[in-house]
């Protein structure tokens, strides 16, 4: 067998090398496809939406798929069915799942806003408002163990209110439709 002289064999070496880096640099960024299933549409998601509209996943090599599905069991119905690598939710729907004997459990991380991202809304401006106002009226909450419930009973109690004593609380209204049935002027929405 006829051997090649070392610097033919350098040659050949460096030229494999530099083609294989000049097909890397020339050749368009793959990106990875990650589809992200969100729980409502939210200002406090915002920064994900502006990173969105102005490509800063992409530059990441990113292409992020953004689904509402409009409610926590809607959200975690469809990580669990493979139509979403990740969800933002509130971290009690992986309890359920957990609660649920899964074999495969959900990984939950916790505090992406900061805060909940809900809010205190009456029908009415109320000029000086009070926590005692609250007391007696009839209170449009959300459903019971959800994460903004659970945050909102939380606020009530340090304001010194007993949500279900103090309050005529209404929970069973779905998710979706809790904004029109805001409509309703005998209703004080609760959201924190």
């Given at each position: 067998m006829k051997r090649l002289p070392k610097v033919s064999f350098s040659l050949f070496m460096i030229l494999i090398l530099a083609?294989?880096?000049?097909?890397?640099?020339?050749?368009?960024?793959?990106?990875?496809?990650?589809?992200?299933?969100?729980?409502?549409?939210s200002i406090f998601y915002a920064p994900q939406y502006v990173a969105i509209e102005k490509g800063f996943f992409e530059e990441e090599g990113l292409d992020v798929e953004l689904t509402t599905t409009w409610g926590g069991d809607k959200t975690m119905t469809t990580l669990l069915a493979d139509g979403a690598d990740i969800a933002l939710v509130g971290s009690e729907t992986s309890?359920?799942?957990d609660s649920q004997g899964s074999s495969?459990?959900?990984?939950?991380?916790?505090?992406?806003?900061?805060?909940?991202?809900?809010?205190?809304v009456a029908r009415e401006k109320i000029e000086d408002f009070d926590w005692e106002q609250l007391k007696g009226s009839t209170f449009l909450g959300q459903r019971k163990g959800g994460m903004p419930q659970m945050v909102g009973e939380f606020v009530l109690k340090k304001q010194g209110i007993n949500p279900q004593q103090d309050l005529d609380l209404i929970q069973n209204i779905d998710f979706a439709n809790i904004p029109n049935a805001l409509g309703d002027s005998s209703l004080t929405h609760l959201n924190f």
């Amino acid at each position: 067998m006829k051997r090649l002289p070392k610097v033919s064999f350098s040659l050949f070496m460096i030229l494999i090398l530099a083609i294989g880096v000049w097909g890397c640099t020339n050749e368009e960024q793959k990106l990875e496809k990650v589809r992200v299933a969100e729980v409502t549409r939210s200002i406090f998601y915002a920064p994900q939406y502006v990173a969105i509209e102005k490509g800063f996943f992409e530059e990441e090599g990113l292409d992020v798929e953004l689904t509402t599905t409009w409610g926590g069991d809607k959200t975690m119905t469809t990580l669990l069915a493979d139509g979403a690598d990740i969800a933002l939710v509130g971290s009690e729907t992986s309890i359920y799942v957990d609660s649920q004997g899964s074999s495969d459990p959900v990984i939950n991380f916790a505090q992406l806003t900061q805060t909940d991202g809900t809010f205190l809304v009456a029908r009415e401006k109320i000029e000086d408002f009070d926590w005692e106002q609250l007391k007696g009226s009839t209170f449009l909450g959300q459903r019971k163990g959800g994460m903004p419930q659970m945050v909102g009973e939380f606020v009530l109690k340090k304001q010194g209110i007993n949500p279900q004593q103090d309050l005529d609380l209404i929970q069973n209204i779905d998710f979706a439709n809790i904004p029109n049935a805001l409509g309703d002027s005998s209703l004080t929405h609760l959201n924190f």
